[in-house]
């Protein structure tokens, strides 16, 4: 790579990619399809995927767990490159990440904002649902015992519970369902105090359910948006997509979020994710992640490419903003292993079977770029046979 302090192709912005999952994996590949962007990544080696993407220019590793380290990798960028855009993955941390920088990062051009950090918390989204008027699960924020027992004493179990943030990646689990409170109880005592919870009803229904709304806004207002819904998860019900579909503009789904986002003046990628209740139809928010989400590759393959409007407009280029025109269905690999051995469900095959009378894509598997994949199958044979 040329050592020289400037970047390739019209001196374009380099887009850095935070993370190295499957997320990261996705919006690489969304990403290329202007090849005159330069592409660079970050983030952990041993798990990670997407540096082995042949799509990127330069890959940094650095130690997620370590702030100090993140930071030094994100000062040798900086005083590498001219410009550099930042894209956060896959999780909210990243997000943080940019928007508390201890350092000067004066060669970054990013419009994340400090109230991000806010909106991010699940108690924030729940009081912005509220303020908008669209409908949010009967809740409770608990960090005491006395906020425990009032969430048993007045909702309605099953309940849901789930981190308030998990920004810090300290939160011992993601989210979790009690049918009864005793076992709400034993879980959550031991951790009050330390962390907090929001306690919700379950909404009930299947993962094909749960309704996403991805777009790319400028200051609240929209200007690319993509429909889609989950299938299955992994794990099943609380878990990231499995296999998942583009649909059609769901005009509830589609008001609310612009709502939401106009309320908090947002800009960026975005996805907001709603249920609808089995029983009435209603849709309920489930949360706000501002960022880019795991499938958010579904969105370019239906013909509305959320990160490349997001560079355009930062890298001050009209951004290329299509209309979702395509049908296209997801395919996380993995989650049909996870769910028929560890789940003993088989929901996934009537979904795989589907997925081959129509246009699909994989999370990893990709015969344009190659690598990502044959390094997960080798780790899966060694997890096989260990």
Known sequence: MDTSKQNVSKDLPVALILGTGLCALGTIRSLKEDEDISIIVMGNEDKGLAQHSKYIDAYYPCKEDDLNDIYAVLKKIN??????????????????????????????????????????KKNVQQKLAEKTKIPYPPSCRVHSREDLNKACE???FPCVVKPVSRVDRKAPFRIRSYKKANALFKDIEPLL??????????????????????????????????????????????????????????????????????????????????????????????????????????ATASGVNLVLAYYDHLAKRPPK????SKKCMFINGLSMFDNS?????????????????VPHIYSIKDRKDPKPYKIERQRFYKKIIH
Not at 248 to 277: A, C, M
Not at 341 to 356: A, C, D, G, Q
């Open 321 to 324: 903003t299509h209309q979702q």
């Open 79 to 120: 005083d590498f490159y001219q410009n550099v855009i930042p894209i956060p993955t896959g999780a909210d941390f990243w997000v943080n990440v940019i928007i508390n920088a201890p350092i000067k990062l004066d060669h970054f051009i990013t419009d994340l904002k400090p109230e991000y950090s806010e909106l991010m």
């Open 154 to 156: 007045s909702l309605i």
């Open 341 to 357: 051995f560890r789940e003993k469900n088989l929901t996934w095959l009537f979904y795989y079977i589907k997925s081959r009378f």
């Open 193 to 298: 105090g330390t962390y907090d919870f929001l306690v919700s009803t379950h909404i009930m229904g299947p993962d094909k359910n749960i309704y996403t709304y991805g777009s790319f806004a400028v200051d609240g207002i929209v200007k690319a948006h993509y429909t889609g819904r989950k299938l299955t998860q992994r794990p099943m019900k609380f878990g990231v997509a499995g296999f998942a579909e583009s649909i059609k503009d769901i005009k509830t789904v589609s008001e609310y979020s612009k709502r939401l986002l106009n309320e908090s003046n947002f800009s960026g990628i975005s996805q907001i994710e709603f249920k609808k209740d089995k029983e009435t139809g209603k849709y309920y928010l489930m949360e706000i992640n501002p960022r880019i989400w795991l499938w958010i590759q579904t």
